[in-house]
């Protein structure tokens, strides 16, 4: 599923601020050893290569779902209790067919773990109309991680890349790296708001492809103009 579990992710960290374990406020300490090495996609790594920054989780947050920050998702998973906790919060949702085993740094070190970790598209479609439908949140944060979806700048030739201009969509892109000419994952997930107010949620998952990103991109594309003309 690559960075689509950084949704699932902030969830969890929500759900624990509700129960007021966490605090969106809080300071959240970025370590050194929480940096990905040599490099990884991370706005928050950029600014502060050596780490050890405090940052409010809000921020770290933001960074992982809107900027799908890798290092910030990863303290964020720190700070929840692991991937077990997100696995745990997930199925209290009702929702099965969602699996997190590795972290972002785990990723990074050996291309075999992305395929432990893994999110059924009928499963990641039953998250997005929890959202839409019967939020597990509060009004405040389901609007606060809608906007961060709403407001990527990720992927936006996936899911929105054939929509009417103007199509508002919130959405989580997830994209691994290319091995021997194999990509191994291509996703994105997402709600797109239909002219008479309704969500049409919609996830597409494009897994070890030959074609190039573009090819991979407009498929994606094109089957969510599909799904829009149907629906609406």
Do not use: C
Not at 53 to 66: F, K, W
Not at 138 to 145: A, F, N
């Amino acid at each position: 599923m690559q960075s689509v579990f950084k949704l699932p992710l902030a969830l969890t960290a929500l759900h624990l601020v509700e129960q007021k374990i966490l605090s969106l406020d809080q300071p959240i300490r970025f370590r050194r050893e929480d940096r990905i090495l040599p490099h990884t996609y991370s706005p928050l790594q950029d600014e502060y290569p050596e780490a050890e920054v405090d940052i409010p989780l809000r921020e770290l947050l933001r960074m992982a779902v809107s900027l799908s920050d890798n290092a910030a998702a990863d303290v964020v998973l720190r700070v929840v209790g692991g991937p077990g906790a997100v696995n745990k919060y997930v199925k209290s949702l009702g929702v099965s067919g969602f699996h997190i085993e590795d972290n972002e740094a785990g990723l990074h070190r050996d291309v075999r773990a992305q395929y432990r970790n893994s999110f059924q598209p009928r499963a990641a479609v039953q998250v997005l109309r929890r959202l839409a439908d019967n939020p597990p949140l509060t009004r405040e944060h389901i609007d606060l991680v809608l906007g961060w979806m709403r407001d990527t700048t990720r992927a936006a030739d996936r899911i929105k890349g054939a929509l009417p201009a103007g199509a508002v969509v919130m959405h989580k892109p997830g994209t691994s790296g290319t091995d021997n000419g194999v990509a191994h994952a291509t996703n994105d997930i997402g709600l797109i708001l239909l002219p008479d107010g309704r969500y049409l949620a919609i996830a597409i998952f494009v897994t070890d492809s030959l074609a190039d990103e573009a090819t991979r991109n407009a498929a994606i594309a094109q089957i969510a103009r599909a799904a829009y003309n149907a629906a609406k």
